[in-house]
């Protein structure tokens, strides 16, 4: 399913299965031509390759190395959508100039950075909520609490326990884990770099397409056919050289964005006071 069907309810929350663990391979999503959706598509297919490519494991190993695995690959390969590969396949007539990058890094950054709290703090809810730590009557305020203390922000109206925000994201009443979330968000830059590295590609890591590169495709290939047969520091070794997580390929890649806000930011307090918020009911 690629566009919302007419006559009948559906999930349009984008998903993508192997349905007989071999080569039938889908995805359920409603698309439209937008930017979002062009990365989503890139996002939901990197799933489907990665089945593809472990389908000859053994049906244990028919898996990601761990969970945030499976949610970078397409991301990964969403980062080398840049302007010179637009061009070549024919989506823009104009490459922008350099100064351009900055609207589009801090674009960029709106959502991979800004997400990286957030990302984390849905399954310390959870897992508190889970271990009993956090009981029903707090799940609310337990929810507020950590959107306070990692993302600074608060609601905007007054809150209690006849509440329950954390059901408004999809993941909560899906119970989709989301951590592998989180540590996508750092991975998918690490893979980036990568392959970016076997394209013998040298300039400014936010410019680089490795589009065409048979290297990049190979050292990607390679860790996606272990699946799981690999611990995963292993498979990371393959594709990455390194074995842990690692956000330094994030900063630079963010670089020219880090480096004019440091200095837009000068003189500023970049902080928030923790509890510092009277809507929420203690
Ligand atoms: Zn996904």
Redesign the pocket.
């Known amino acids: 399913m690629l566009t919302r069907p007419r006559d009948r309810e559906v999930t349009c929350h984008a998903s993508?299965w192997v349905v007989d663990s071999d080569k039938d391979v889908r995805l359920k999503v409603c698309l439209h031509q937008t930017a979002d959706d062009f990365r989503t598509v890139h996002?939901?297919l990197g799933?489907v390759y990665y089945f593809l490519s472990y389908r000859t494991q053994p049906p244990s190993f028919r898996g990601g190395a761990n969970d945030g695995f499976?949610?970078a690959i397409g991301d990964s390969i969403a980062l080398s959508i840049t302007p010179e590969y637009l061009k070549r396949i024919g989506l823009i007539q104009q490459i922008p100039p350099t100064q351009a990058d900055l609207p589009l890094l801090l674009h960029t950054a709106l959502d991979k950075i800004a997400f990286l709290p957030f990302g984390l703090l849905i399954d310390k809810w959870r897992w508190e909520v889970f271990s009993g730590k956090v009981k029903p009557a707090d799940y609310n305020r337990a929810w507020w609490e950590l959107r306070e203390e990692y993302q600074g922000v608060a609601p905007p109206v007054n809150r209690s326990e006849t509440d329950f925000d954390p059901g408004a994201k999809y993941h909560i009443p899906d119970n989709t884990p989301y951590v592998r979330y989180f540590l996508a968000a750092i991975y998918q830059f690490q893979f980036y770099r990568a392959m970016c590295q076997a394209s013998g590609y040298t300039g400014p890591l936010n410019r680089c397409s490795f589009f065409e590169s048979k290297e990049a495709g190979a050292r990607l290939r390679a860790m996606l056919k272990l699946g799981q047969s690999k611990p995963w520091p292993e498979a990371m070794r393959v594709m990455t050289g390194e074995d842990k997580a690692d956000a330094s390929a994030m900063v630079e890649y963010f670089e020219p964005l880090l480096k004019w806000l440091k200095e837009q930011n000068r003189g500023e307090s970049l902080a928030w006071t923790v509890n510092a918020n009277p809507l929420l009911s203690k």
């Open positions: 993508a996002h939901e799933h499976h949610e």
